[in-house]
């Protein structure tokens, strides 16, 4: 087994802002299963994100909408059954939290309470700061989600590069310091210019986590189905393919399949 990292002890938020302190990059990517999230986790993987884009890699959807709070909770108790060293963050599907704080607070609950995980992430600045500032009155951590926010997919229209214009821009650094500011512990970053990611950097002190964010942000997060080529229709600039699992995955199979149609398996020592 190959890890990366010599330090066993539990990922917290704390570790998180002392790694970003040091300068210490950090690792996150996301999972929706127990065995793969077994894997990500023995790797040495600081951050384990059960994303919504469990809706598109796992279900199949063209948008992480249809994701409910009830089908969240499934995968977060999934990724918790396997993870020992990882932070673990759930994403607040959409639908519950934008309405009302305490609708946020009860789904937050239900997250922390049936997954057992350290912590939830949701999408938003000013927009949902009653409904984060409520959750983390209850003590639990919340992760912001700015720039490219797939959640608000049908207000942006495309999947396109956000914040290039000063307005959108000035907004971003803006509710990147309201996050900081009610107690948000973190920040993803998802595709916006480098440049505006770095001064985002600069201008908060919480660990901001880029997603085609560019290289001078505290750390990185893929969707794991991208990096390791399961999901080969997908590939931004931004993404650096890890694996062509795909490619490994269909041979294999292909593979199984003329073994079973010319009767090679199960041979004589494959039996009982
Ligand atoms: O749901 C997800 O996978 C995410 C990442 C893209 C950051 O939110």
Do not use: W
């Not at 794991?224 to 931004?236: A, E, T």
């Amino acid at each position: 087994m190959s890890t990366y990292v010599e330090d066993k002890r539990k990922v917290t938020t704390r570790r998180l802002f002392e790694m970003k302190q040091r300068g210490e990059k950090i690792s996150m990517l996301t999972a929706y299963d127990y065995s793969m999230a077994k894997l990500i986790d023995e790797a040495g993987m600081d951050v384990i994100l059960v994303g919504d884009s469990a809706s598109n890699v796992m279900a199949g959807n063209v948008t992480t909408l249809p994701m409910t709070l009830d089908q969240m909770i499934y995968h977060g108790k999934s990724v918790m059954r396997a993870v020992k060293r990882a932070l673990v963050v759930v994403d607040m599907p959409f639908g519950t939290y934008q309405g009302n704080s305490k609708e946020a607070l009860s789904s937050a609950i239900r997250i922390m309470k049936e997954t057992h995980a350290d912590c939830v992430k949701l999408e938003g600045g000013s927009e949902v700061r009653e409904s984060i500032e409520r959750i983390l009155c209850a003590g639990i951590p919340v992760m912001g989600h700015l720039g490219l926010t797939p959640q608000s997919i049908n207000k942006f229209g495309s999947y396109t590069v956000r914040a290039r214009e000063e307005a959108e821009a000035k907004k971003l650094v803006e509710d990147a310091k309201l996050l900081e500011e009610i107690g948000c512990f973190a920040i993803v970053l998802e595709k916006i210019p480098a440049e505006l990611a770095a001064r985002v950097v600069k201008e908060v002190s919480v660990p901001i986590i880029g997603i085609g964010a560019g290289g001078g942000v505290d750390g990185q997060v893929l969707v794991m189905h991208d990096m390791l080529g399961i999901n080969k229709g997908f590939s931004p600039r931004f993404l650096r393919r890890y694996a062509d699992l795909s490619t490994i995955i269909t041979d294999a199979v292909a593979k199984y399949i003329e073994d079973v149609k010319t009767a090679d398996f199960p041979n004589e020592k494959e039996q009982y």
